[in-house]
């Protein structure tokens, strides 16, 4: 009788249910429990997540879910951030559009990280989803003003257009004119990226007076000081705000200016921006400072006085991003003043000195642990660090879920002891329970990762620099992190025998990354013949790896399982390694 | 250093491998690697050596891991309170120099300057005046010229500012005729 109950719920009851399900983790589980609810789940989900764009190829994805509105694609690996990975990899967007505008008129939503856009790219989407919403850009590169004034003209009923931190070939500040005057519907402008030529001000400003729903405006460089007020003065709504460059000569009709407008900003809640800031004009947003949640000052080259000023002024703040000129003292205050703390991300102002240009160290970092309760996600540049920081770090924070150090010099010992920092790092992955993503620096032996082997259960993206001492600290962590989804490593003594021990483990993670070790040639041939849903791909700019003997290093390595087979779409200097000859030429 | 570990090798939870591709004998193995690395390349040996790691003498690419867009975003910037040229923020090989030769008429031995914390002909041109220790009275008989990606000469406040940046391979103070 039970049996019988179960099997006759109607498809729409199940759909209903399945509609509160919005994580994609969940929805994968819903759709493995039987054969029909598969069925039906595919039919209803509307976000599609592709964490590797290789890993699947777009008619797959089209063929199993028929109907989604929403797609988020993510291209180059993690290391493409520091010019690791050369120009020309790969990453192409077209062809998943290509395929879309032909099966999905209705598609609503594009979410790209790391991919090349193209200009042609960029036409084809403003010419085929008639009721297309949402382009977010996350460190894409390829396209210019031309492609964007194609979204603008065409995408009637767009709320967002999100440009993070991508290369755009700045042809024109005209493309913003493209809107047309009876379009009104943007919520969320993202051009911090753009460059700093000669923006279309009166262009912005009518775009913004007509907007009346925009809650997100990040202004590029180009919008000088004066010019924020008026734009500010007609979206008095606005909750996120990222000024253009902050400066000019100090004029109290401009401040006060600057400062009324502010003060008429009730619901500010996030600010960025600040390029070429001078202190004198960082009073003018005082009004809205206690209000603020998240502040990114990652640009403002101003000293810690004026920082810990402004800083004492946030005390709801729950995310700060700032340069190392906060030094240790005003990481006290930080740690002193906001107590709702819960991401820190403290930048290098400096990063190719030989020495310390700021009075910036461990210290801070201890002081923001023991002072903020909430913190739960740094990123910190320092110069020195000990093993009893750390460990007072991770006693005082265990509920850290990301926690990436860099210590500037590479192998950097315990200033104190002058010992490796296994010890300390072992602490953070013993006491951190929930860490899922660890960036480690200094100093570090095989010892540190059969600490993470050992506790590191959840954590799911390992950073690795300069460590190790031989294959044993590679095979403790392929071996004992069980929720491993991404590893990257560069610089360390890691080679064939961990890697090809824990081949299979390769399979149940999205990929690893490995440049400058020691991983033959003969054993990426082995792996990509023998594991069939490996993409084992071998980039070296030195020119063919078979030119070299079989057991060469080589110069950097990027395996990630997929279902799409090996990818076609190669440059010359990156060879995939399958299952026929151990090499394929693209 | 010994490890006291159980090193399991079964694959955990493989359909496709009953065994690791390569038997991972590493009791054996590891003080041996300390020594011999194995490697055919010295190159290898060399990187971990601590003194090659000094960043701005070697440049290693992508190190500190700081993304590119960041960088350059933080290296066209006034920097207020450091003292120019010396602590400009692109140094290392990763980055492109903002250094620029500058030269005067008449003067043999060339300065350089670093354009990127600039954002105007009017501090460029002070500062390089002092540079060459050309008294204020005395400005208004020297041009700033300078030359472009294409070889050709030109005088420097002629174009805006930025594409005056964009195309600028030197600079030349000369003495304005007339």
């Given at each position: 009788?039970?049996?019988?109950?179960?099997?006759?719920?109607?498809?729409e009851?199940?759909e209903?249910?399945?509609?509160f399900?919005?994580?994609?983790?969940?929805?994968n589980?819903v759709?493995?429990?039987?054969?029909?609810?598969?069925?039906?789940?595919?039919?209803?989900r509307?976000?599609v997540?592709?964490?590797?764009c290789?890993a699947?190829?777009?008619?797959?994805?089209?063929?199993?879910?028929?109907e989604?509105?929403?797609?988020?694609?993510?291209?180059?690996?993690?290391?493409?951030?520091?010019n690791?990975?050369?120009?020309?990899?790969?990453?192409?967007?077209?062809?998943?559009?290509?395929?879309?505008?032909?099966?999905?008129?209705?598609?609503?939503?594009?979410?790209?990280?790391?991919?090349?856009?193209?200009?042609?790219?960029?036409?084809?989407?403003?010419?085929?989803?008639?009721?297309?919403?949402?382009?977010?850009?996350?460190?894409?590169?390829?396209?210019?003003?031309?492609?964007?004034?194609?979204?603008?003209?065409?995408?009637?009923?767009?709320?967002?257009?999100?440009?993070?931190?991508?290369?755009?070939?700045?042809?024109?500040?005209?493309?913003?004119?493209?809107?047309?005057?009876?379009?009104?519907?943007?919520?969320?402008?993202?051009?911090?990226c753009?460059?700093?030529d000669?923006?279309?001000?009166?262009?912005?400003?009518?775009?913004?007076?007509?907007c009346?729903?925009?809650?997100?405006l990040?202004?590029?460089?180009?919008?000088?000081?004066?010019?924020?007020?008026?734009?500010?003065?007609?979206?008095?709504q606005?909750?996120?705000?990222?000024?253009?460059?902050?400066?000019?000569?100090?004029r109290?009709?401009?401040?006060?200016d600057?400062?009324?407008?502010f003060?008429?900003?009730k619901?500010?809640?996030?600010?960025?921006?600040?390029?070429?800031?001078?202190?004198?004009?960082?009073?003018?947003i005082?009004?809205?400072?206690?209000?603020?949640?998240?502040?990114?000052?990652s640009?403002?080259?101003?000293?810690?006085?004026d920082?810990?000023?402004?800083?004492?002024?946030?005390?709801?703040?729950?995310?700060?991003?700032?340069?190392?000129?906060?030094?240790?003292?005003?990481?006290?205050?930080?740690?002193?003043?906001?107590?709702?703390?819960?991401?820190?991300?403290?930048?290098?102002?400096?990063?190719?000195?030989?020495?310390p240009n700021?009075s910036?160290?461990?210290?801070?970092?201890?002081?923001?642990?023991?002072?903020?309760?909430?913190?739960?996600?740094?990123?910190?540049f320092?110069?020195?660090?000990?093993n009893?920081?750390?460990v007072?770090?991770?006693?005082?924070?265990?509920?850290?879920?990301?926690?990436?150090?860099?210590?500037?010099?590479?192998?950097?010992?315990?200033?104190?002891?002058?010992?490796?920092?296994?010890?300390?790092?072992?602490?953070i992955?013993?006491?951190c329970?929930?860490?899922?993503?660890?960036?480690l620096?200094?100093?570090?032996?095989?010892?540190?990762?059969?600490y993470?082997?050992?506790?590191?259960?959840?954590l799911?993206?390992?950073?690795v620099?300069?460590?190790?001492?031989s294959?044993?600290?590679?095979h403790?962590?392929?071996?004992?992190?069980?929720?491993?989804?991404?590893?990257?490593?560069?610089?360390?003594?890691?080679?064939d025998?961990?890697?090809?021990?824990?081949?299979?483990?390769?399979?149940?993670?999205?990929s690893?990354?490995?440049s400058?070790?020691?991983?033959?040639?003969?054993?990426?041939?082995l792996?990509?013949?023998?594991?069939?849903?490996l993409?084992v791909?071998?980039?070296?700019e030195?020119?063919?790896?078979?030119s070299r003997?079989?057991n060469?290093?080589?110069?950097?390595?990027?395996i990630?399982?997929?279902?799409?087979?090996?990818?076609?779409?190669?440059?010359?200097?990156?060879?995939?390694m399958?299952?026929?000859?151990?090499?394929?030429?693209? | 250093?010994?490890?006291?570990?159980?090193?399991?090798?079964?694959?955990?939870?493989?359909?496709?491998?009953s065994?690791?591709?390569?038997?991972?004998?590493?009791?054996?193995?590891?003080?041996?690697n300390?020594?011999?690395r194995?490697?055919?390349?010295?190159?290898?040996?060399?990187?971990?050596?601590?003194a090659?790691?000094?960043?701005?003498?070697?440049?290693?690419?992508?190190?500190?891991?700081v993304?590119t867009?960041?960088?350059?975003k933080?290296?066209c910037?006034?920097h207020?309170?450091?003292t120019?040229?010396?602590?400009?923020?692109?140094?290392?090989r990763?980055?492109?120099?903002?250094?620029?030769?500058?030269?005067?008429?008449?003067?043999?031995?060339?300065?350089?300057?670093?354009?990127?914390?600039h954002?105007s002909?009017?501090?460029?041109?002070?500062?390089?005046?002092?540079?060459?220790d050309?008294?204020?009275?005395?400005?208004?008989?020297f041009?700033?010229?300078?030359?472009?990606k294409?070889?050709?000469?030109?005088?420097?406040?002629?174009?805006?500012?930025?594409?005056?940046?964009?195309s600028?391979?030197?600079?030349?103070?000369?003495?304005?005729r007339?």
């Amino acid at each position: 009788m039970l049996k019988k109950m179960a099997f006759s719920f109607p498809d729409e009851v199940l759909e209903h249910v399945f509609s509160f399900i919005q994580s994609d983790k969940d929805r994968n589980a819903v759709s493995m429990v039987c054969k029909s609810w598969y069925e039906i789940e595919r039919w209803c989900r509307r976000k599609v997540f592709v964490g590797n764009c290789y890993a699947v190829s777009p008619r797959m994805v089209i063929r199993r879910f028929p109907e989604f509105r929403s797609i988020e694609l993510k291209g180059k690996p993690h290391f493409a951030d520091f010019n690791l990975v050369p120009d020309g990899w790969g990453g192409y967007v077209f062809p998943w559009i290509a395929e879309m505008a032909g099966a999905y008129p209705w598609l609503e939503e594009i979410r790209l990280k790391r991919m090349v856009v193209t200009d042609e790219s960029l036409e084809l989407i403003a010419k085929s989803f008639k009721n297309f919403k949402v382009l977010v850009l996350s460190s894409c590169e390829g396209f210019s003003t031309d492609g964007l004034a194609a979204i603008a003209a065409s995408c009637k009923n767009l709320k967002e257009l999100d440009l993070r931190d991508c290369e755009v070939d700045d042809l024109s500040a005209h493309w913003l004119s493209h809107f047309p005057e009876t379009y009104t519907s943007l919520v969320s402008l993202n051009i911090s990226c753009l460059g700093s030529d000669e923006a279309s001000f009166s262009a912005l400003e009518r775009l913004v007076r007509r907007c009346t729903n925009l809650k997100t405006l990040r202004l590029n460089r180009a919008v000088p000081l004066d010019k924020i007020a008026n734009i500010l003065r007609h979206a008095p709504q606005l909750v996120e705000f990222g000024t253009g460059t902050y400066t000019a000569d100090v004029r109290p009709d401009v401040y006060s200016d600057l400062a009324g407008v502010f003060s008429s900003c009730k619901e500010l809640k996030s600010l960025s921006g600040f390029w070429d800031v001078i202190p004198d004009y960082l009073p003018a947003i005082y009004p809205v400072c206690s209000k603020l949640t998240s502040l990114n000052l990652s640009y403002a080259t101003i000293q810690s006085p004026d920082l810990i000023k402004l800083v004492s002024h946030c005390p709801n703040l729950q995310r700060l991003l700032v340069l190392d000129y906060i030094e240790d003292s005003g990481l006290e205050v930080l740690a002193s003043s906001c107590k709702d703390l819960q991401e820190l991300r403290v930048f290098p102002s400096d990063p190719f000195g030989a020495e310390p240009n700021v009075s910036l160290t461990e210290q801070g970092l201890v002081a923001v642990s023991l002072g903020c309760p909430k913190l739960q996600s740094v990123l910190y540049f320092c110069r020195r660090m000990s093993n009893e920081a750390l460990v007072t770090i991770a006693r005082s924070r265990p509920n850290f879920t990301r926690f990436r150090l860099c210590i500037i010099e590479p192998k950097t010992a315990d200033y104190l002891t002058l010992e490796p920092l296994d010890v300390g790092f072992g602490a953070i992955v013993q006491y951190c329970k929930d860490l899922r993503r660890l960036s480690l620096s200094g100093l570090l032996t095989d010892r540190v990762f059969e600490y993470i082997g050992t506790y590191a259960k959840k954590l799911e993206m390992l950073s690795v620099a300069f460590a190790g001492d031989s294959d044993l600290g590679l095979h403790h962590v392929l071996s004992g992190c069980e929720s491993l989804r991404k590893l990257e490593i560069r610089d360390c003594p890691f080679g064939d025998k961990a890697l090809l021990a824990n081949a299979a483990k390769l399979e149940t993670m999205r990929s690893l990354w490995m440049s400058s070790c020691a991983v033959s040639f003969a054993a990426c041939k082995l792996l990509g013949q023998k594991m069939p849903r490996l993409n084992v791909e071998v980039i070296d700019e030195r020119g063919p790896p078979d030119s070299r003997p079989e057991n060469c290093p080589v110069d950097k390595l990027y395996i990630y399982r997929s279902i799409a087979g090996p990818r076609f779409d190669m440059p010359p200097f990156v060879w995939t390694m399958d299952e026929d000859s151990g090499l394929r030429l693209s | 250093m010994c490890m006291e570990l159980q090193l399991g090798l079964a694959l955990p939870g493989s359909d496709t491998w009953s065994r690791p591709l390569l038997k991972l004998g590493l009791y054996e193995d590891i003080n041996v690697n300390r020594k011999k690395r194995g490697f055919d390349h010295g190159y290898l040996e060399d990187e971990f050596s601590a003194a090659s790691f000094k960043n701005y003498e070697k440049g290693l690419v992508g190190w500190p891991p700081v993304e590119t867009w960041r960088r350059k975003k933080l290296r066209c910037q006034v920097h207020n309170h450091m003292t120019a040229a010396e602590n400009g923020y692109c140094g290392g090989r990763a980055s492109n120099s903002s250094y620029v030769k500058v030269k005067m008429e008449g003067v043999v031995i060339a300065r350089k300057i670093d354009i990127s914390i600039h954002q105007s002909f009017e501090t460029l041109t002070t500062t390089i005046m002092t540079m060459f220790d050309i008294f204020e009275e005395n400005r208004r008989s020297f041009k700033l010229t300078y030359q472009d990606k294409e070889g050709d000469w030109l005088i420097a406040e002629d174009v805006p500012w930025r594409t005056f940046v964009r195309s600028l391979k030197c600079l030349k103070l000369i003495r304005s005729r007339g």
